[in-house]
């Protein structure tokens, strides 16, 4: 009952966590698009109301006309219907922690802890990944305060700094736990920036508005700052999102650099973006991140193996391997703790179920996916003997 109850929670979780990080992500890409289209008011008026710039957008019927404040309006109060944009990005972080800790810290065993990359106890396994997610924003915060109005120099070395901790994650986890923590700790980078910086920014700014003070300027700045580099982590956060579908990607023994290359792409696609609504868009920045992504395809290619066709891999030896590392999991009713039905509804039995999933098993054998963690300390021999077997199929 406690595995069916957890299913659930996983459920209900990810779908709040995927509907407010649509409506997140969406406000975000919207408000970089609208401040990077604006142009001039046409009416000499507007700009006397201190208006510093104009969208006009047509959609769903209608004709919108958006402008901007820098400084509120002029000769005017400050409306006090105000929209802020904070709950999406607190609501998508709080059921992100949701999932993390359903998934990954209740089932530390099954899907943090890989013994064969590191032997971690639940306990120490569990406070690392909260150290890292803790500690990546605050040496983030730090390198802000230090690189002060290097934003170039302070973009390099955020770079750096996530890609460190990517190959230090992969000395630590599971692959695919590796992958899903680079991206908690971005995501808390970008909700902290929220929090901690932009909104207390526009609170304060807000209200030197209403007491007809002009505004200081720093908040201005340092929201823009947080606001840009929340915008470049999007994608690649993204990317991680669905990454767990994926094990070519984080189960290569050179995961972290893949992950790297994955994310490198994903920047350059979205500087794509924000240069085009500035209406001088770079077509060679989405041409380097398609040919990243290729790179990536040829790189992570499993390698067929060398089959002995003289000697013949039997169904028979298969099914055993299979029974004794998959099928614990993989069964109409699993022994293995945590599980109340097979993973994808794989049920791995019969010599027939094993023959109709002969690709999958392959795949996910090859890649290490499977089985999690290498929970039942499938060899390596037994990896290659299950992939000659199905080099073998594919011949006969």
């Keep these: 009952m406690e595995a069916y109850l957890l299913d659930w929670a996983n459920l209900l979780i990810r779908w709040l966590h995927l509907i407010t990080g649509v409506a997140w992500i969406g406000a975000s890409f919207y408000f970089v698009m609208l401040d990077n289209s604006l142009s001039k008011p046409a009416k000499d008026e507007d700009s006397a109301r201190g208006v510093s ?107 750096i700094f996530v890609m460190l901790s990517d190959w230090v994650l992969f000395q630590l986890f599971s692959a695919r736990a590796a992958y899903l923590h680079v991206g908690a700790m971005m995501g808390t980078i970008m909700v902290a920036n929220v929090f901690f910086h932009i909104i207390p920014g526009q609170k304060s700014m807000v209200a030197e508005i209403r007491a007809g003070q002009t505004p200081d300027p720093k908040y201005g700045v340092i929201g823009k700052q947080r606001s840009v580099h929340n915008t470049y982590f999007t994608l690649p956060v993204l990317f991680i999102m669905i990454s767990n579908h994926y094990p070519m990607t984080y189960s290569h023994e050179q995961g972290w650099l893949a992950l790297g290359f994955i994310m490198m792409a ?26 990243l992504l290729l790179a990536m395809f040829v790189y992570l290619m499993p390698s067929t193996p060398d089959v002995d066709q003289s000697t013949k891999i039997g169904d028979s030896q298969i099914q ?57 300390q499938m060899t390596d021999d037994e990896r290659a003997l299950i992939a000659g077997w199905y080099a073998q199929q594919q011949t006969n």
Excluded at 54 to 81: D, I
């Design 53 to 159: 710039g104009e969208l006009w957008a047509v959609h769903g019927g209608g004709v919108y006309q958006s402008q901007k404040f820098l400084a509120g309006p002029q000769g005017e109060p400050l409306s006090e219907h105000l929209h802020w944009s904070k709950w999406e990005a607190y609501s998508t972080w709080l059921s992100g922690m949701g999932l993390l800790a359903i998934i990954y810290w209740f089932g530390a065993n099954t899907y943090l802890i890989d013994q064969q990359v590191l032997p971690l106890t639940s306990l120490v396994a569990i406070a690392i990944s909260i150290g890292f997610i803790v500690g990546g924003w605050l040496v983030y915060n730090t390198l802000c305060s230090v690189l002060k109005g290097k934003d170039t120099l302070l973009a390099v070395i955020i770079f």
């Design 320 to 376: 055993q391997v299979i029974s004794d590392r998959c099928v614990a999991c993989h069964a109409v009713k699993p022994t293995q703790a945590g599980f109340v039905s097979p993973p994808l509804g794989l049920v791995l039995e019969t010599s027939e179920q094993i023959k109709q999933n002969a690709v999958k098993i392959s795949t996910t054998v090859q890649t290490r996916y499977m089985p999690l963690g290498n929970l039942t």
């Design 266 to 291: 994903g920047v350059l696609i979205r500087q794509y973006f924000v240069m085009r609504h500035r209406g001088n868009a770079n077509k060679a920045l989405p041409a380097i991140g398609v040919v």
